[in-house]
């Protein structure tokens, strides 16, 4: 399995500042024959299921705000939410599809 | 409406066995990957099995291979999960979960439609 790890478990941000969440899988998930980074990042609100907001490691989901993004390759990660708003309020989840499927620990994002 | 639905969790004893449905609705359910991805209470989330969209091929996390089927019913847009000799530490809510991308031969699934679940619950 390649797992995946994620940093710092939790954060609380101010309005309107800069989140950042770092995400480090066990062995690189760039496949090379198509150079595509094979990472997903997800949003989970309270009582709700998870929410696809980034995938290919930086490709925004459909609707997904574009304060939102996704950078990184290899075996390092990051998300980065620009300008926070309320709603971002959620635990985050990055994923590797390298191989079947594996889902970081979590960081929970908060207001400061 | 695009949406996926589960049901058939339960309260059992340790050893015990469940089946899980999605009812799926609103896509063309058979071009499209499924996978089961639970959440014990209060933890992250575990991918926990998966199935190309004829149904021919199936994976399974290590910790259920050999007590957990995945199957699907194309004519009846569900997907399955058969659950044996559970235990405590499978307490979750189990999410049934849609590979974005069509047609995907591999195993290399990422998920753009997430049902709400349904609790299973192992205790004696």
């Known amino acids: 399995d390649i797992v995946m790890t994620q940093s710092p478990d939790s954060l609380a941000v101010s309005l309107g500042e800069r989140a950042t969440i770092n995400c480090k899988s066990s062995?690189?998930?760039?496949?090379?024959?198509?150079?595509?980074?094979?990472l997903a990042w997800y949003q989970q609100k309270p009582g709700q299921p998870p929410k696809l907001l980034i995938y290919w490691a930086s490709t925004r989901e459909s609707g997904v705000p574009d304060r939102f993004s996704g950078s990184g390759s290899g075996t390092d990660f990051t998300l980065t939410i620009n300008g926070l708003q309320a709603e971002d309020v959620a635990v985050y989840y990055c994923q590797q599809y390298y191989t079947t499927p594996f889902f970081g620990p979590g960081t929970k994002v908060d207001i400061k | 409406e695009v949406q996926l639905l589960e049901s058939g969790g339960d309260l059992l004893q340790p050893g015990g066995s469940l089946t899980l449905s999605c009812a799926a609705s609103g896509f063309t359910f058979s071009n499209y990957a499924m996978s089961w991805v639970r959440q014990a209470p209060g933890k992250g989330l575990e991918w926990v099995s998966g199935i190309s969209g004829s149904g021919d091929r199936t994976e399974y996390a290590d910790s259920v291979k050999g007590r957990f089927t995945i199957s699907r019913d194309n004519s009846k847009n569900t997907l399955n999960l058969q659950m044996n000799s559970l235990r405590a530490e499978d307490t979750a809510v189990y999410h049934c979960?849609?590979?974005?991308?069509?047609?995907?031969?591999?195993?290399?699934?990422?998920?753009?439609?997430w049902g709400r679940g349904t609790q299973v619950t192992v205790s004696s």
């Open positions: 062995q690189s998930v760039l496949y090379t024959s198509n150079n595509k980074n094979y």
């Open positions: 979960a849609k590979d974005q991308r069509m047609l995907v031969r591999g195993r290399d699934w990422y998920f753009d439609l």
